[in-house]
């Protein structure tokens, strides 16, 4: 969930009211946002105190940023929706200054791309580094790190018009890339740049690279990668900037662009369109200018909102209620067509209109209500055996432990003197400490006994739990079975002793059983048994091999069983 | 302290001593080993616990060594010394190589060789000019008849032998082979014993006159035998008053884990009001882990660095339909749910993928085509983060869920229901919700509430299933989906503070641990 650190004098100006921390805090759940903790804006004196937020919506992507917060907050509290008249739409393009041609030799590596321009005053601190916030977060979650959609800042200034985007020769054409003060050619930079190393991995699979040229031929930026450190090098003072986002998913990228522009517009800044020509299909058509509301409407009957919701709301209260949300809506008897703002596309199906209705409404709207379907409630069969079991083995003086189920091999196979071929790996484990399954309960009990050397001797310990292991018979080439283990550990634990805790825990659950000679290597030769019900083998008990407690490092004589519960239940 | 309060503490080794001696009388552990029949260990208790009342007091006390036999000692009583057993062998066998009577009595060479050394000064034993050891027909060397005599005496004395005891040429000889430190290979230990000697404090004489006026003789009977009750024989007996301020023995009691038992507790508080319980495999796919709950493929929960995927086998044979084509639909372009879908290519390979549960919802998700309407649901579930371990995450932990059908559920019985869960579950006085985000629900909301302990906090987060989650599963009701935090519960109830503490190895910790309340 992404975390923003907005300027607060921004933000309040945005927001068009200041707050004090606990109503911010009860304003901001507005956004699905909370307040994270302030912070400040550099040092000493001087240094502007920042917000910290935390944006829990992930299809929210408009509100990762101080316009984006600031905007839903204003109109929630009662602010007009705002206006953005610069948006081109389907057979409305808006006249533009500016172009961008598109290269046929960008279609496979990254096809899409949006731009606009910035004027009317010089960027402000503030708002650039929330643009470079902005670019971060959209980029890093919205955009899945770069790769379907990347951003650039550019000075217009030092842009030559049209501008092309094409696929480039990764040997042929070199650049000096920001950061850096010598030219490289763009597969160099792939290999030496920071930024080429955290994202080449986009690109560096295709013949040629997709890259941003003046008509002049100077660089702008090799996409997603890295800007120019000419053209691509904004400072705070700048006026007139480009605005530019390629990607593959061209939804993601015109609504990228959509919420910077709406941004900057509700800082006070102009917004000049710029046309992109494309020589190929794309979903809006083969020449767009930017910022385009794309967006379909959406629709819901007030009589879904009212079953969701458990109130009676009807369509005007319904518009209403989207108006809060900065959402333009219109009724048509029940039905309720809604017009999602330009730098959102979120509303996948109805349901996420009766949300907003919801939030729009307040919650404290809500009345909660005592429900009525009456059920039978029960516990699962495995849980009631289970509870059987344990209480049986409480009864016999052994206490109950409780593990993690994540493992290391040297604890779950090699210290138990067992092959593991049978036991699930985990493919990316964090350590070597939390990377198999375990596969019996056996060794998290003599795991117990290794750190409790000084405890009062006898130790009788068991636990009821889940193993999972391999069966390729299985859809899931694999197999959870609840398990109850129990160890017994002191100066005369023995065979005997474990044979008879057997026998007196299956006679109470009521089996008649057999033992059978086993060779299992983690007990010793000669003292373990087999446990057989209905002619099935359900577990098995005996003396643990010394070898065994030796890998454990145990120097004390230990006991053990281990019977599969949902055998026994049958 | 009062003589009369004495009295019940007193040990019958105590009060025959009181009983016997005068103030003043000069005692040590021998003399009551030899006037009262204590063995040595019962006379130093009754010192130790006559000092520790006042009723006794220290006079001095004498150094003195100890001789005790050590295993080899006995060894050599019984089997002979390495010299007896070399002269033993000669005369029996004939001269034999020296490395022949090491293998044969199983001896060091070097062993061997300090035992020709001393023999054959005494003429007992000689080397023959063929190398061969050969021993004298008849005589014993003193040294050795010394030895054994001393062996002798320390084992007729009950395993020691005291500096007193000794004549002449045996202190000597002891001198040569008891030692100190590294006793093993000598057949003596020599240890520095203190006598300790003591009397009676004046105070013992108000405390045996007080003993003599009850009636009270140290002879009176400790436990209450079985014999005692078939013969009758306790009629005519008197019995000991036992100390009960003294400590009581430790007992191991079987019994529940703590933890084990808080989550039973959150369990039962669910059945009781109306919930089935619901399980499932620690193993799953894709499909049921993310995509049935409408989570994009490439959402950034799913990312490699969230879930933990299986090596081997890596992916499952088949995913049940027609489940997985209605999820495509839906994922794709909305399918039959009236969604509009994410609108990118479901990648039927990435669906069969095999991870570890990675959130309790899954079970939800598998309990929707065969859920009843009406019906109430939980699970508390094992997931598998890939996260740090450390005091607030851990590789594997318990996740509560639940999902309620009902043709009339709506977000106001989702409040209903999360306000019972608030004040049944967590006790809280106060709740209050707030919107939420969760990739299945829509509407979504959180529950905060105020905890009498914790104060406020996240209980949980709630909503109502998406159709894009429901539909497919062939469910056309409105579904409530809920999940609830308890491990802050958990560690209050259990007074801990580190989460990796709820599924301690520690035995004795785990025994300890006592519950304020479930």
């Known amino acids: 969930m992404p975390k923003i650190e907005v300027n607060e004098k921004l933000f309040f100006e945005l927001a068009g009211r200041r707050m004090e921390a606990a109503e911010l805090e009860e304003a901001l759940t507005a956004a699905k946002a909370e307040l994270d903790g302030y912070g400040q804006d550099g040092e000493g004196r001087g240094a502007e105190r920042t917000i910290k937020i935390e944006l829990n919506d992930t299809n929210r992507p408009d509100l990762w940023s101080t316009a984006g917060v600031a905007r839903q907050l204003r109109v929630y509290a009662g602010g007009p929706i705002p206006e953005y008249p610069f948006f081109s739409s389907e057979g409305d393009a808006k006249p533009s200054r500016y172009r961008v041609a598109v290269d046929a030799s960008v279609k496979e590596v990254r096809p899409y791309l949006a731009a606009f321009v910035i004027s009317g005053k010089p960027i402000s601190d503030a708002m650039l580094k929330d643009a470079i916030q902005t670019q971060e977060k959209l980029c890093a979650n919205f955009g899945r790190k770069r790769k379907s959609v990347s951003m650039g800042l550019y000075r217009i200034e030092l842009i030559k018009w049209p501008v092309s985007y094409k696929a480039a020769d990764p040997d042929a054409v070199a650049f000096t890339p920001l950061g850096l003060d010598a030219k490289l050619s763009l597969r160099a930079i792939l290999e030496e740049h920071p930024k080429g190393k955290e994202y080449g991995h986009i690109i560096a699979g295709h013949p040629k690279y997709p890259l941003l040229q003046g008509a002049d031929g100077g660089i702008l930026s090799m996409a997603p990668v890295i800007n120019s450190a000419d053209i691509g090098a904004v400072q705070v003072g700048d006026r007139d900037l480009l605005v530019e986002f390629t990607g593959t998913d061209m939804p993601s990228v015109a609504l990228s662009a959509s919420i910077v522009a709406c941004d900057f517009a509700d800082a006070g800044y102009e917004i000049a369109p710029v046309a992109v020509d494309y020589p190929y299909d794309t979903p809006l058509g083969r020449s767009v200018t930017f910022p385009y509301y794309f967006q379909a409407p959406a629709s819901v009957d007030s009589g879904r909102v009212s079953k969701l919701l458990g109130d009676s709301i009807g369509p005007e209260a319904v518009v209403a209620a989207l108006g809060r949300m900065a959402v333009r809506a219109e ?207 359900v577990g098995v008990f005996g003396e643990i091999n010394p070898f065994v407690l030796e890998n454990w490092g145990i120097t004390m004589p230990c006991a053990a069983c281990e019977l599969d519960l949902e055998s026994l239940m049958g | 302290m009062e003589p009369r309060s004495l009295l019940k503490g007193l040990h019958p080794l105590e009060i025959k001593v009181v009983l016997h001696y005068a103030p003043g009388d000069s005692l040590d552990a021998a003399r009551l080993v030899r006037d009262l029949g204590y063995v040595e260990g019962q006379a130093n208790q009754a010192q130790a616990w006559l000092s520790a009342k006042g009723l006794a007091a220290e006079t001095g006390r004498v150094g003195r060594t100890v001789y005790e036999l050590t295993p080899l000692g006995r060894d050599w009583l019984e089997k002979g010394s390495p010299e007896e057993r070399i002269v033993e062998f000669l005369r029996r066998g004939g001269p034999a190589a020296m490395g022949d009577i090491c293998k044969s009595l199983g001896l060091e060479q070097k062993d061997a060789g300090s035992v020709f050394g001393r023999l054959s000064k ?36 009950g395993g020691a032998l005291e500096d007193k005891d000794l004549s002449e040429a045996e202190r000597s000889l002891m001198a040569e082979v008891a030692k100190k430190r590294g006793a093993s290979d000598a057949p003596f230990k020599a240890a520095d014993r203190e006598t300790v000697s003591w009397s009676l404090t004046d105070a013992a004489a108000g405390v045996a006159a007080l003993l003599r006026e009850e009636g009270v003789s140290g002879d009176e009977v400790g436990a209450l035998t079985q014999e005692m009750l078939e013969s009758g024989a306790w009629k005519s007996l008197s019995f000991r008053a036992y100390n009960i301020q003294s400590r009581p023995a430790r007992l191991i009691a079987g019994r529940h884990n703590p933890y084990v038992r808080f989550l039973e507790s959150v369990k039962d508080k669910l059945v009781s009001l109306g919930f089935e319980e619901f399980d499932g495999g620690l193993v799953e796919t894709e499909f049921w882990n993310g995509d049935a709950l409408f989570m994009p493929q490439f959402h950034s929960a799913r990312d490699i660095h969230d879930v933990y995927y299986l090596a081997d086998p890596v992916k499952a044979k088949s995913i049940e339909e027609p489940y997985q084509s209605r999820v495509a639909a839906a994922h794709e372009n909305g399918g039959a749910t009236g969604s509009r879908g994410w609108g990118y290519a479901f990648d039927r390979e990435f669906t069969k993928r095999l991870v570890l549960r990675s959130q309790g919802t899954v079970l939800s998700a598998r309990q929707l085509h065969t859920a009843k309407v009406p019906g109430k649901y939980f699970g508390v579930a094992r997931c598998f983060r890939y996260d740090k371990v450390d005091a607030t995450h851990l590789s594997d932990f318990y996740q509560t869920e639940g999902i309620v059908l009902g043709e009339d559920v709506n977000l106001r019985t989702l409040l209903g229901f999360l306000e019972m869960f608030a004040v049944e579950v967590a006790g809280a006085k106060e709740v209050k919700y707030v919107p939420g985000y969760f990739p299945f629900t829509e509407p979504s909301v959180e529950v905060h509430i105020k905890h009498p302990v914790l104060g406020w906090f996240e209980l949980g987060g709630a909503g109502i299933f998406r159709p894009e989650v429901t539909e497919p599963m062939g469910v056309s009701v409105p579904v409530l989906a809920w999940g609830l935090g308890i491990d802050r519960m958990a560690l209050m109830a259990l007074g801990l503070n580190d989460l990796r503490e709820l599924f301690s190895y520690d035995i004795e910790s785990v025994r300890l641990r006592r519950a304020s309340a479930y």
Do not use: W
């Not at chain 1, 036991?423 to 795991?447: H, Q, Y």
């Not at chain 1, 000084?454 to 009821?464: G, L, N, T």
């Not at chain 1, 080439?477 to 007196?504: F, I």
């Not at chain 1, 030769?525 to 002619?535: E, F, N, Y």
């Open chain 2, 122 to 157: 005494e003429g007992i034993l000689s080397m023959t000019p063929e190398k061969l050891v050969a021993a004298a027909v008849e005589g014993e060397s003193a040294r050795q008849a010394t030895l054994r005599a001393l062996l002798k005496k320390a084992q007729a004395a």
């Open chain 1, 331 to 537: 009724a048509h008897g029940q039905h309720v067509r809604a017009f999602p703002p330009e730098y959102r596309n979120d509303f996948l199906h109805a349901a996420d209109l009766v949300e907003d209705v919801m939030i729009g409404r307040g919650m404290a709207s809500f009345k909660p209500e005592r429900p009525k379907d009456f059920t039978i409630g029960r516990l699962h069969p495995i849980e009631r055996y289970s509870r059987e079991a344990k209480n049986l083995l409480v009864g016999m003086g052994y206490q109950e432990m409780i593990y993690n189920y994540l493992g290391s091999k040297r604890d779950y196979i090699d210290r138990m003197n067992i092959s593991g071929d049978d036991a699930l790996f985990i493919s990316n484990p964090m350590t070597e400490n939390f990377a198999v399954v375990r596969p019996s309960i056996l060794p998290s009990l003599l795991a117990s006994e290794s750190v409790s050397s000084k405890a009062a001797y006898p130790h009788r310990i068991f636990e009821s739990g889940k193993v999972a292991f391999k069966d390729p018979a299985e859809n899931y080439g694999s197999r959870t079975r609840q398990r109850v283990g129990m160890l017994s550990c002191h100066a005369a634990a023995d065979y005997n002793e474990m044979a008879g805790a057997v026998a007196a825990f299956l006679f109470y659950l009521g089996f008649d059983y057999a033992v059978e000679d086993a060779e299992d290597p983690r007990f010793m030769a000669g003292r373990q048994a087999r446990v057989m019900v209905r002619g099935e083998e």
